[in-house]
DNA sequence: AGCCGATATGTTATAATGTATCAACCCACC
DNA sequence: GGTGGGTTGATACATTATAACATATCGGCT
């Protein structure tokens, strides 16, 4: 079972495989999966939501660790850089990739009422590149964000 | 002339334009258009690129404001209600709006070198309308942010 | 072995951005 | 002449992020 959207998935199969995906690509890479990399990611990914650093932070510390903030910004960039985790920018707030491995620029949905975060398979490059095109813009990275109910948020909006 | 990408323009008038369209508008509805609001706005049209909150207040002291970051953000707060002014998320920094009046959801063209912005013809949420369906997301706005370089920085970049 | 350079971490302090709260004011309206 | 909604003033605080510098770790090189 693999989350798509806002449905139900096997929690404990994704973390393991997200987490064996990111080992293998660092070893590849010659990159370090540092502890403090790994004890981030590992807190993004049993989360499975958008997390600030702070709340990130907390865990660290509640993890034994005695961190300040620069270990959980430093380990978010490099999540961020290899592509594990993305930084939802409406929320200040960090969370793990759904689709580990592929290099993608996701499209996101989330939600108001309860802050999940759903990415959505969207060619956002393939979509601006006409229009930066047009404007002589040389586009590199494209966020997309967007705001709304998740289904169950909707369901109960409804009912009141 | 209108601002349209990067291009030239007129900035006297077009700075008198959104005020004008502006005025109008809080009339017709009923709006207060107060000092505080005005002095925010002029600030923004004058500036004519993103501003952080935080150099608007600087800008509001100058002129002899004795203000304070609440007077800030509900002044951004009424002209982002009313379409007069944008949110960059990316750089949480705030921008008067180009094309006034129109209710719109735009895109935006952020250069990462000199930060200056453009907004983009883009139908945002009719570009996710068919994912956020798919995933039984009610969607309430939509914030595209492309990010790469300007016309100019782009041009200075291949010299170097 | 000893050193070097690159990369990563530890630590302190501080910058930058954004809100909560409550009092005061203004003004249209009853 | 209240009275109530909307706006502002002012203080304090919360949240998010980075600067700066010291220390540690590790692989390669001589």
Redesign the interface.
Same mark, same amino acid.
């Given at each position: 079972m693999s989350e798509r959207?806002?449905e139900q998935h096997d929690h404990a199969a994704c973390i393991a495989d997200a987490m064996g995906t990111a080992e293998r690509h660092c070893a590849e890479a010659g990159l370090q999966f540092t502890p403090a990399r790994r004890e981030v990611f590992s807190i993004l990914l049993g989360a499975h939501r958008a997390m600030g650093a702070y709340d990130i932070l907390d865990r660290l510390k509640e993890g034994g660790r005695n961190a300040q903030p620069p270990v959980v910004y430093r380990a978010l960039d490099f999540l961020l850089a290899q592509g594990f985790a993305h930084r939802i #920018?409406?929320l200040n707030a960090y969370i793990a990739c759904s689709h580990p491995g592929a290099q993608h620029a996701p %499209?996101f949905?989330i939600?108001?009422k309860c802050e999940a975060v759903?990415e959505?398979? %969207?060619e !956002?490059a393939g *979509?601006?590149g006409g229009? %930066?095109d047009? %404007?002589?813009?040389?586009? #590199? !990275? &494209? &966020?997309? #964000?967007? #705001?709304? *109910?998740?289904?169950a948020c909707?369901r109960e909006e409804k009912r009141a």
């Open positions: 959207g806002f #920018e409406r %499209a949905l939600c108001r759903a959505a398979p %969207a !956002t *979509l601006m229009v %930066a047009q %404007a002589g813009f040389r586009l #590199e !990275t &494209v &966020v997309i #964000e967007a #705001e709304g *109910l998740c289904p909707d």
